[in-house]
């Protein structure tokens, strides 16, 4: 999301996006000057230390229920009590180690003052605030004190860099009177600082209604498995090591589809993948019937309906009868 302008943020007041860990809006900094320091500096380090995202100050909010809050009007910054250059000296000299590439835009309101977005980046170690040498991180719109593992682990991500999907395509090949041909491809980026060796990439072809032939190329290791009459597994390895900020092309194959059974079967069908890497997995499904996607395992389960539902039953375990 870019947010550089007034009628961006017009935008997120007429549709009520919700604050969430990865935007946060703040209607103003406070008044004393060491509160403000502190406040800044917790507000920066949480973002960075989760997933990064947009904080909005000048902007107020009103709570819908207990733990979320949507943009409800403009409260502009007055250009007396802050500027561009403050406020990245505020954050720079009271964050460690300090946070690269964060963008802050200035967005003039009126006469008054104006609006101030800061974008950060998620980081590759923790950061601590220097104002009470605590770390803090933001989950869901709250910001708490992170636990010794949670620093340990954030400190890791530079050895174990994350990985992410970034889009997937199923292209139509051939179309003949008896079978339709598509090819399905996924992107993957590697958003870390380190090369990483060892990923794997499971797809699933959900709600399919058809029998389908699956055709695989010879040079990418594929596995495939039927877990059920309307979902199938496909498993795709790495095959090569994947630098940081590059993004390559996996699990390339083909589905061959009965012609008199496409259209029910497209607009059937959801997509739903799973990236494994060292550290973490990062979770996606594509409708490409509406060329939508859904971020996120427990949103992803919910549009399956997979919510109470597991792949494989747990075997059921009877008491042996003594003679």
């Known amino acids: 999301?870019?947010?550089?302008?007034?009628?961006?943020?017009?935008?997120?007041?007429?549709?009520?996006?919700?604050?969430?860990?990865?935007?946060?809006?703040?209607?103003?900094?406070?008044?004393?000057k060491q509160k403000r320091r502190e406040d800044i500096a917790k507000d920066i380090s949480a973002m960075a230390n989760a997933n990064g995202g947009i904080i909005i100050y000048g902007l107020n909010q009103k709570e819908t229920t207990k733990e979320h809050a949507i943009p409800e009007e403009i409260k502009p910054i007055p250009s007396d009590s802050m500027s561009k250059d403050q406020l990245a000296q505020i954050i720079s000299s009271n964050i460690s180690p300090r946070i690269k590439d964060i963008e802050i835009t200035y967005i003039p309101y009126n006469q008054e003052g104006g609006i101030f977005v800061v974008e950060v980046p998620k980081s590759q170690t923790a950061h601590q605030n220097l104002t009470n040498h605590l770390y803090h991180i933001r989950r869901n719109a709250t910001i708490e004190i992170m636990e010794d593992f949670e620093i340990r682990d954030i400190m890791n991500r530079q050895a174990n860099p994350p990985l992410s999907i970034d889009g997937c395509g199923l292209y139509k090949m051939k179309s003949t009177e008896t079978k339709d041909e598509y090819e399905f491809m996924a992107k993957i980026t590697n958003d870390g600082y380190s090369v990483c060796q060892t990923y794997k990439l499971n797809i699933y072809l959900n709600k399919v209604v058809a029998y389908c032939h699956i055709k695989f190329p010879v040079h990418e290791g594929f596995s495939y498995t039927a877990l059920d009459e309307k979902r199938l597994k496909i498993s795709c390895n790495c095959m090569e090591p994947i630098f940081p900020n590059e993004t390559l092309e996996m699990g390339h194959f083909n589905l061959i589809i009965p012609h008199d059974k496409e259209k029910e079967y497209l607009t059937r069908l959801i997509i739903d993948m799973i990236l494994f890497y060292p550290g973490g997995t990062n979770d996606v499904a594509y409708i490409p019937n509406e060329k939508r996607y859904v971020i996120g395992r427990n949103k992803i389960d919910t549009l399956l309906g997979r919510d109470k539902i597991i792949d494989y039953p747990m075997l059921e375990v009877r008491q042996s009868k003594r003679d």
């Open 1 to 32: 999301m870019s947010i550089k302008t007034i009628e961006d943020i017009r935008l997120l007041i007429s549709n009520a996006v919700e604050e969430s860990t990865e935007m946060e809006y703040k209607r103003s900094f406070a008044d004393d």
